[in-house]
C-alpha cells in the first residue's frame, strides 16, 4: 500500500530524532557526528555516513513546543545576551541545561560552518567548538560578487579538503558514484518542492503546511524518501479547493514565526490570505554542472543569501510578481539584523513588523494589528 504523504513525514521526523533521548541518557553514535549549519554540502557527509544534526533547526522545534523561554535565560546566564541570534541562545540554552523537549543531540566529532547565510554562524559554531574542544571547519563561500571561475577553483579546494577530513574522521572512503546519487537526490527533492510551493497562490493551503514542509528539504535533502514525501504531498494539496479570492493576497517577507501555532499571525489577518513566501524558496537550490564539483560549487555559492543585492531583488521582485500579491508584511527579525530581507525597492504597499522567529516576548501584538490596519487602509 502506497503511503500517504502524513505517514512519510512521520517516517522523517522519527528518523531524524529517533535517539536523541538515548544520546540525552548517555548512549554513544553509531557513527561520527557532525553539526552543521543550514547550507553545509551535507552530501559529502552522507555519502561518507557521518550523521549530521542542525542545531538551528532544534531551536526552531524547541520554540514551537513552547520551550524557548527558558533556554533563552539559560544561555544569557552563561553571557549569550537575549540580543544575539535567537537560534544560539534557544540551542545553547539546552544544551546548558541538559534537556530539551525531544532529547539532546549527540555529542559533535566536528562542527561545520559555512558563510554563504548568514556572519552570525561561523561565531556561534566557534562558541561550540570551545565549549566541546572538536575541530571546527568553516566553510568560505565568496558569491555572486567574486569571479565564477576563480571562485570555482577557490570553493572546489576547500571541499575537496572537507572530503579528505571526512574520509579521515569516518575511516570511510567517498565514492564518486555514491555522491553523484546523493546529489540527484537533492536535484530530486528541490524539484518536488517547487511544484509544492507552486499550489500556495492557487489553492486553499495553509503557509503552515509550507513553512513547516521545508524543514526536510534542509535536514534531508539528499535522500531519496524526501522527493517522495513532497510528491506526496503535491499529489494531496493538488486537490484542495481553490484559493479565497475574496481575502487580499499577502507575501510574507522573512522567517516563520516558529512559536506560534501557525508559524505566522493568523489570528491578525482574517482577510488576508498568505500566498507567498521568500523563505519557503531559500533551500531550492541550483546543483547545476557537468561534475559533482562544479553541481556542489554552483548550489552553495550561489544561495540566495550569497547573491549581490541586485540578483536578490530581481529574484524577490519575480516571486511576489508569481504569488499575486498585492502587498508584502515583511519581517525585521531581531535575530537576524544583518540578513534583512526587504521589498522596499518593489512597488508594492507594505509594511515591517519588529519581531523574531524564536523569541516571542519581543513580539507586540497590539502595535502589529495597528501596522496590519493601516495596510488595510491603503489597500
Wanted: glycine fraction near 4%.
Amino acid at each position: 500500500m502506497e503511503q500517504s504523504y502524513l505517514q512519510l513525514q512521520a517516517k522523517l521526523m522519527r528518523e531524524y530524532y529517533r535517539d536523541f533521548s538515548k544520546y540525552a541518557k548517555g548512549k554513544l553514535p553509531e557513527r561520527k557526528v557532525a553539526w552543521v549549519t543550514a547550507f553545509t554540502p551535507v552530501e559529502i557527509l552522507e555519502a561518507l555516513d557521518i550523521e549530521y544534526i542542525y542545531p538551528e533547526s532544534y531551536a526552531a522545534v524547541i520554540a514551537a513546543s513552547g520551550k524557548e523561554q527558558g533556554f533563552l535565560q539559560e544561555s544569557e546566564k552563561g553571557g549569550l545576551c537575549r540580543d544575539c541570534c535567537a537560534y544560539s541562545g534557544c540551542y545553547n540554552g539546552a544544551l546548558s541545561a541538559g534537556t530539551a523537549p525531544r532529547g539532546l543531540p549527540p555529542r559533535p566529532d566536528v562542527l561545520i560552518a559555512t558563510n554563504n547565510q548568514c556572519n552570525t554562524l561561523p561565531g556561534w559554531w566557534n562558541l561550540l567548538a570551545q565549549e566541546y574542544e572538536v575541530p571546527l571547519i568553516v566553510l568560505d563561500y565568496p558569491g555572486e560578487y567574486a569571479d565564477r571561475e576563480q571562485a570555482f577553483s577557490y570553493v572546489t579546494a576547500q571541499h575537496k579538503d572537507l572530503i579528505a577530513q571526512m574520509e579521515k574522521l569516518s575511516g570511510n572512503r567517498l565514492e564518486e558514484n555514491r555522491l553523484e546519487t546523493l546529489l540527484q537526490n537533492s536535484r530530486d527533492s528541490v524539484a518536488a518542492w517547487k511544484k509544492v510551493v507552486d499550489l500556495l497562490p492557487e489553492k486553499d493551503i495553509e503557509p503552515t503546511v509550507l513553512f513547516d514542509g521545508i524543514s526536510y528539504l534542509i535536514t534531508f535533502r539528499c535522500k531519496p524518501e524526501t522527493a517522495e514525501f513532497y510528491t506526496a504531498m503535491y499529489e494531496y494539496y493538488a486537490t484542495s479547493p481553490e484559493a479565497d479570492r475574496e481575502r487580499k493576497p499577502v507575501f510574507w517577507l522573512g522567517y516563520p514565526l516558529w512559536y506560534h501555532p501557525q508559524r505566522y499571525l493568523k489570528e491578525l489577518l482574517p482577510d488576508f490570505r498568505v500566498c507567498g513566501s521568500n523563505y519557503i524558496t531559500w533551500w531550492s537550490l541550483d546543483y547545476d554542472g557537468e561534475s559533482p564539483m562544479e553541481q556542489l560549487f554552483t548550489a552553495y555559492n550561489y544561495t540566495f543569501l550569497n547573491l549581490s543585492a541586485k540578483t536578490k531583488r530581481a529574484r524577490l521582485q519575480d516571486c511576489i510578481a508569481r504569488s499575486g500579491a498585492k502587498a508584502a508584511i515583511s519581517l525585521r527579525n531581531k535575530s537576524c539584523k544583518c540578513d534583512f530581507v526587504s521589498a522596499k525597492y518593489i512597488d508594492l504597499p507594505q509594511i515591517e513588523l519588529e519581531i523574531d522567529m524564536i523569541d516571542r516576548e519581543y513580539l507586540d501584538l497590539e502595535r502589529a494589528g495597528k501596522q496590519l490596519d493601516i495596510l488595510r487602509e491603503i489597500l
